[in-house]
């Protein structure tokens, strides 16, 4: 009974390090990094109002999958106060950077990018946004959120790939910190879009980011909405411009559906709106900055096979300079064996006959023997 009772008590012990160390490899949180360290147990939840109360259903359109907090604390008695929230892909954690990243805010680098406002730092890694909040700030507090940074887990599949989107807002004229990446309604309405939701539409898988632009009547919106195809583009842009040339109005008590006059075009699968106190020549001006750009991918096999490997090219190419060097040895010795046994055998016959060797003298030493006898 004794051996039996050993061994389950030593399977109990695998099941509970086991579950442990699973727990572990799940936590977003590291309980120490750069000198800090957490006492407590990280407060973990899948609820969206556990990392904002008043924007949860925007950090759900996002994406999120859950959240830890914690309270750090330093040698020196200082604290630091960190949320961290993880999304299913890198774009969910890029959007909330730009809603949560306010103009005031300077750029750091942290993380894929970063922001800080006094003692609030913000960036994201991956899929993983974080919110930092020191009770003191330090020469030492950026490279202790590096720290931080590389000790985040990382998902290792396509989770981690940015949107493309964004790389098509011009940089001439642009407001610093104004870029703002929504994928639904409730992002949308929350920047204060100048199209509504019901023209959007992100039921064909639409996204939309947002930027703020300087120009001489004051600051003006461009709006650009990516599309699957361009077909897709132009069907909606349609439906655009009928709403803008009827007035056509929502449903009473909701938004309209066009926030005043805009300026749009189309370039590939982008629909691009320019809206906000600016004349035709700089809306047709801002307009024309965008355009987009197709990229091609050919999409083949990542094996060899013996037709297209060029190892095996060469090789082949190897075997075919020592045959013809075999043939022509063989030629040479065979050629020169026949001669020798053709001699051989019919001396003076068929090679080296008297009549092939004779050739024309010159007789120089007699004529040499006879000047100097005259």
């Not at 204060?192 to 939309?208: G, R």
């Not at 632009?213 to 600051?219: A, D, E, K, L, N």
């Not at 075009?265 to 024309?288: D, F, H, M």
């Amino acid at each position: 009974m004794k051996p039996s009772r050993s061994i389950v008590a030593l399977a109990v012990a695998i099941f509970a390090a086991a579950t442990a160390f699973a727990a572990d490899s799940l936590s977003i949180l590291p309980k120490e990094f750069g000198g800090w360290r957490t006492r407590a147990s990280l407060q973990a939840s899948k609820d969206p109002v556990v990392a904002d109360p008043v924007n949860a259903a925007l950090l759900k359109e996002y994406g999120l999958t859950d959240v830890e907090l914690a309270t750090y604390s330093h040698d020196d008695g200082h604290k630091l106060t960190i949320k961290a929230a993880r999304f299913k892909d890198a774009s969910g954690a890029y959007g909330a950077f730009t809603y949560y990243k306010t103009p005031p805010m300077l750029r750091e680098k942290i993380g894929d990018q970063g922001a800080s406002l006094n003692e609030r730092v913000l960036f994201y890694r991956g899929n993983i946004l974080v919110d930092a909040v020191f009770q003191d700030l330090t020469a030492m507090s950026a490279a202790e959120l590096r720290e931080l940074a590389g000790d985040l887990p990382q998902a290792r599949d396509n989770t981690t790939q940015l949107p493309g989107l964004p790389t098509y807002l011009p940089k001439e004229s642009y407001q610093e910190n104004t870029a703002k990446y929504v994928v639904g309604p409730i992002g949308l309405e929350k920047i204060a879009a100048p199209l509504s939701a019901q023209l959007v539409d992100f039921n064909a898988d639409a996204e939309v980011v947002l930027g703020q632009y300087s120009t001489s009547h004051g600051v003006a919106t461009l709006m650009l909405i990516s599309y699957p195809t361009p077909a897709i583009a132009a069907e909606q842009l349609k439906k655009i411009d009928a709403a803008q040339g009827s007035n056509a109005q929502p449903q009473p008590g909701s938004a309209p559906l066009i926030a005043g006059p805009i300026f749009d075009k189309r370039t590939g699968p982008i629909i691009v709106v320019a809206a906000g106190p600016l004349s035709q020549n700089e809306a047709k001006s801002l307009l024309a900055s965008v355009n987009y750009e197709a990229n091609v991918t050919w999409n083949e096999n990542t094996y060899f096979t013996q037709k297209d490997n060029i190892g095996n090219l060469v090789v082949n190419v190897l075997y075919l300079c020592f045959i013809i060097a075999g043939f022509c040895i063989v030629a040479g010795v065979a050629f020169g064996g026949i001669r020798i046994l053709v001699k051989r055998w019919f001396p003076d016959r068929v090679f080296d006959r008297p009549e092939e060797v004779e050739f024309i003298s010159l007789h120089l030493s007699e004529k040499a023997s006879e000047g100097s006898d005259s």
